[in-house]
């Protein structure tokens, strides 16, 4: 799933309007938008204030959004899945 479609989720479970998500974010309501539609990117440091917001946990908050920072970047490339796996070889 996505970052911005998982926010969505989290968010309407929490019953939470955007404008109320968006105010805790400090971005105005057509920029949370845009991040639920993946149409722009959340930041970092807006990660603990999701997981707050949310009641959902950090860290996998985070891998989420960092998957998807990953994902946006080699989504074009012929092989994505070589990539990968180097990069997890260089990671052990």
């Known amino acids: 799933m996505k970052f911005g479609e998982h926010i969505k989720q ?3 479970q929490n019953h939470l309007l955007q404008r109320q998500l968006a105010n805790a974010l400090d971005v105005d309501s057509a920029m949370l938008s845009k991040i639920e539609r993946g149409e722009r990117r959340a930041k970092r440091e807006h990660i603990p204030i999701l997981a707050s917001q949310l009641r959902t946990n950090e860290k996998e908050l985070f891998t989420i959004w960092l998957a998807d920072q990953v994902y ?3 989504k074009e490339e012929s092989n994505p899945s070589e990539i990968l796996q180097v990069v997890e070889k260089e990671i052990k």
Do not use: G, Q
Request: glycine letters at 0%.
């Open 10 to 12: 989290l968010r309407e």
């Open 72 to 74: 946006e970047i080699i």
